[in-house]
């Protein structure tokens, strides 16, 4: 099993290292790739000293996985390459995700969608990937007909760059922004660029990902996403409307037994889902469950996760586990 990480030395890059050596994949040879300027630095994992390749070295050494997290210019011009030559394709980025021949996955809900034929696969945004893997069971049992979700995003979605623009206003340096405001004590109504629509793009993923990964166009969704000074975690306070009525126990009881959600939700204890609490950790986590007595049929809830981990590199790691498990490479 060779496996390839494009962009190995980047944030997620690093993530997606520690996870594959704490899920133990069956590695039997590890190709970091990245940028020209870090071609020849060595990586450790698992005891071991790799030297990072470039993408041209990367392709030629045929991989039976690669793992793109590299940006989506990157990945439209390389994945194919990649996938023509036998490699089964993983993409971080919002390159393939919403091209009808790609499948967009996460595994605890459609990993049984992929085949042998797949070669490039998509793996969802961040912020989508929280949001679905609540829906998902919510709307198998009372039909969902709209959804409102308001994010409270981590730096970390936007890189090194935005964490260290934190560091330096936190301690009075000055030195290169990644967002057009200061951060520190700061909210950002602006995550990733602005469309004609008025809605950025990262609002438009959670608007149109989710209909393609839950195979329901009939889904309803706006979303307005907020960039925050945290470094742990993406967190969403998400309003569902159902068809049908609902049953908060059941509703807890639902979400409890969903593999990768843990229901933390207990107000008599001041128990529920922070960011500060979900870094490092893979799972979803859920709380502030409540009916909404606006309207009918109406669900809040709040949820967060480490967007580095299941909201990223956790999730495509789960992709490439299930692909070698059932015999897909």
């Not at 993983?90 to 390159?95: G, K, L, R």
């Not at 709209?146 to 936190?170: C, F, H, M």
Request: glycine share 6%.
């Amino acid at each position: 099993m060779k496996l390839a990480v494009v962009g190995a030395t980047g944030m997620v890059g690093n993530v997606m290292l520690k996870i594959l050596a704490e899920r133990n994949f069956p590695i039997t040879e590890l190709i970091p790739v990245a940028s020209e300027r870090s071609i020849g630095k060595e990586i450790g994992f698992k005891d071991k000293s790799f030297k990072v390749v470039g993408l041209q070295t990367a392709l030629e050494m045929t991989p039976d996985i690669a793992i793109f997290s590299a940006g989506g210019d990157t990945s439209l011009e390389w994945a194919p390459k990649f996938a023509e030559a036998g490699t089964t394709v993983i993409d971080n980025s919002s390159a393939w995700r919403m091209n009808p021949k790609n499948k967009l996955i996460v595994p605890e809900i459609n990993a049984n969608e992929l085949t042998v034929t797949d070669k490039i696969i998509a793996n969802p945004n961040c912020s989508t990937i929280q949001m679905v893997m609540v829906m998902n069971p919510l709307h198998k049992k009372y039909k969902i007909k709209r959804t409102v979700v308001s994010t409270y995003q981590s730096i970390t979605g936007t890189g090194v760059k935005a964490v260290k623009q934190l560091e330096n206003e936190k301690n009075e340096i000055k030195g290169e922004m990644a967002y057009p405001y200061p951060i520190d004590q700061n909210c950002l109504p602006h995550c990733d660029v602005f469309e004609d629509n008025g809605y950025t793009k990262e609002e438009m993923k959670l608007v149109n990902e989710p209909k393609k990964i839950l195979n329901d166009n009939s889904l309803k969704i706006t979303a307005t996403a907020v960039r925050v000074p945290v470094v742990g975690g993406h967190s969403e306070a998400i309003t569902i409307e159902f068809e049908n009525d609902f049953d908060l126990g059941e509703v807890r009881k639902i979400l409890h037994e969903t593999a990768g959600i843990t229901l933390q939700d207990n107000l008599d204890t001041n128990t529920y889902p922070m960011p500060i609490y979900a870094e490092g950790k893979d799972d979803v986590f859920v709380g502030r469950i409540r009916r909404d007595e606006s309207q009918s049929n109406t669900l809040n809830l709040w949820v967060v996760t480490d967007n580095l981990r299941k909201g990223a590199a956790t999730n495509a790691v789960q992709i490439a586990e299930y692909l070698v498990e059932n015999n897909l490479v």
